[in-house]
């Protein structure tokens, strides 16, 4: 099999290559058959399937691309009449009663990278035993003829636009309590990150955004919503005197929060504060489902408000299967993916920013005041991830030896108390934990470190990578 026709890989969230190299017009068309033949017998296929597509280069046509296939295949096929958010595409499928939900991005991947994400009936993240059924089907799935054209299905009717954005707006309307942001005069900065967040929060409240314009190249930045990549608005902040800034991401289902001092909110905190303003202030039952690599200042929460509490591997489709079947109050993992009861059962970086805005007016106090009653509640707690790439063969060899290591042994100059291996590799040391696991969606190693009362991170994550050579 060719390399522009080789089988296509679906990672923690969707399948994701660079354009032009295997995400192609070729492959995006091999995706759509085998989703579609999969999906052909699905109780809801009458009721049709949903398709949007956010700010990337290209994402419209292969958005159309797509379209086409499933048109052919003879499925009622709505796509977004706009580039829209991935929540967006979640929120149609189930209102809209479909059978699944296709948006075309790759999320907070950089520029180079496109990608294809799937959504259940509920709303949520595709079902890993349904993506594994796509899988084996493209492995039978050849070079795809579509026959019909995008332009000849509009005018037949089996493809049709919808206007996503405007039901988004007015489903959020809803759900938010807009007047009460409005009366708590906040000064609110938000960076849409040139993603498809941008122009939705200034629909309704006076705010200042940045980079609210179409950009493909991101600003040569990657539209990730982590520390580094926000030094533009932690500036701004500093000099405007904001009360908050709010980050979403390239497809807008994960967030970032900035303080009024210009200091970067970890995504620990972001959770945490979001848990205690659901459960404290609006008085939201339920369980709690948090992935394996999040903050255990979550458990301590839990358990000290008798909370019932899911760990679940990384990757937000795991946390949405329990969502769809459980009461669950929260679920969130450590990149800034949150979903809420009532919402949906995924990720919403517009949705949960306006909670917060909610929750300011709410509680009356700053961010920073915020995060220290939950330092005085239950003690500090320090949280880092680095990113490393490397070659395969030495990823392979660092896993290899991390599966070797048992209590007793040193990592990061730690001596490990015991080992977790429900996603990588999780090792426990007196004041803290590190986990080391492969990326799903990108050549590199992730490795995660918390340590609580002092701040080590940084040593200890140092070491690691020095201790595997990397």
């Known amino acids: 099999m060719s390399k522009n026709t080789e ?63 499933f048109g052919n295949n003879g499925i009622k096929t709505f796509i977004t009449d706009s580039f829209v958010t991935t929540p967006t595409v979640s929120l149609l499928s189930r209102d809209l009663n479909c059978a699944l939900g296709v948006m075309i991005t790759a999320s907070h991947n950089p520029y180079q990278y496109n990608g294809y994400k799937l959504k259940d009936e509920f709303g949520g993240s595709m079902d890993p035993d349904e993506i594994a059924k796509i899988e084996k089907e493209l492995f039978k799935t050849g070079e795809v003829k579509t026959g019909k054209s995008f332009e000849e299905l509009l005018n037949s009717g089996i493809v049709e636009y919808f206007k996503g954005n405007e039901y988004y707006l007015n ?16 000064k609110i900065i938000y960076d849409a990150m040139y993603g498809a967040g941008q122009n939705i929060i200034n629909t309704y409240i006076d705010i200042r955004q940045l ?30 005197k904001y009360d908050i800034g709010i980050v979403t991401d390239g497809d807008a289902d994960r967030i970032a929060i900035i303080d009024e001092n210009g200091d970067f909110l ?20 339920g369980k709690v489902v948090r992935g394996f690599s999040t903050s255990e200042l979550i458990r301590q929460y839990c358990e000290k408000n008798d909370i019932e509490l899911a760990t679940v591997p990384i990757g937000f489709k795991h946390i949405s299967k329990i969502m769809i079947t459980d009461d ?4 969130a993992e450590e990149s800034g993916g949150i979903g809420i009861k009532g919402h949906l ?17 709410e509680f009356g106090k700053s961010i920073s005041e915020l995060k220290q009653d939950l330092d005085k509640e239950f003690g500090k707690y320090f949280y880092k991830r680095n990113d490393v790439r490397t ?28 080992v977790d291996t429900l996603d990588g590799y999780k090792y426990f040391f007196e004041n803290g934990w590190i986990i080391i696991r492969a990326s799903g969606t990108e050549p590199l190693l992730r490795i995660y470190c918390e340590t609580t009362d002092t701040d080590n991170t940084d040593e200890i994550l140092s070491k690691t990578i020095k201790q595997f050579g990397l």
């Not at 970890?266 to 039952?285: H, I, R, S, V």
């Open 7 to 69: 089988p296509v890989k679906f990672g923690t969230d969707g399948w994701r290559g660079i354009i032009a190299d295997t995400y192609t017009f070729e492959n995006v068309k091999r995706v759509a058959a085998a989703t579609a033949t999969v999906f052909k017998n699905h109780p809801k296929i009458n009721k049709g399937i949903i398709i949007g597509y956010d700010t990337r280069f290209q994402s419209k046509e292969f958005a159309q691309t797509a379209a086409a296939v």
């Open 345 to 361: 059962p995924e990720r919403d970086g517009v949705y949960n920013g306006m909670l917060y805005l909610e929750m300011l007016a």
């Open 171 to 186: 489903y959020l309307r809803d759900k938010i309590s807009i007047d009460k942001i409005k009366k708590a005069g906040l």
């Open 266 to 285: 970890d995504a620990q905190k972001t959770f945490a504060l979001l848990l205690k303003y659901l459960y404290e202030k609006k008085g939201m039952k």
């Open 391 to 418: 070659t395969e063969e030495k990823k392979l060899k660092t896993l290899e030896t991390c599966g070797s290591l048992k209590s007793g042994n040193e990592i990061g100059g730690k001596k490990i108390l015991s």
């Open 211 to 240: 980079h609210g314009e179409v950009n493909p190249s991101f600003g040569k930045n990657a539209p990730e919503p982590v520390e580094k990549n926000l030094t533009e608005i932690c500036s701004e902040m500093k000099d405007g």
């Open 328 to 331: 669950v109050l929260i679920g």
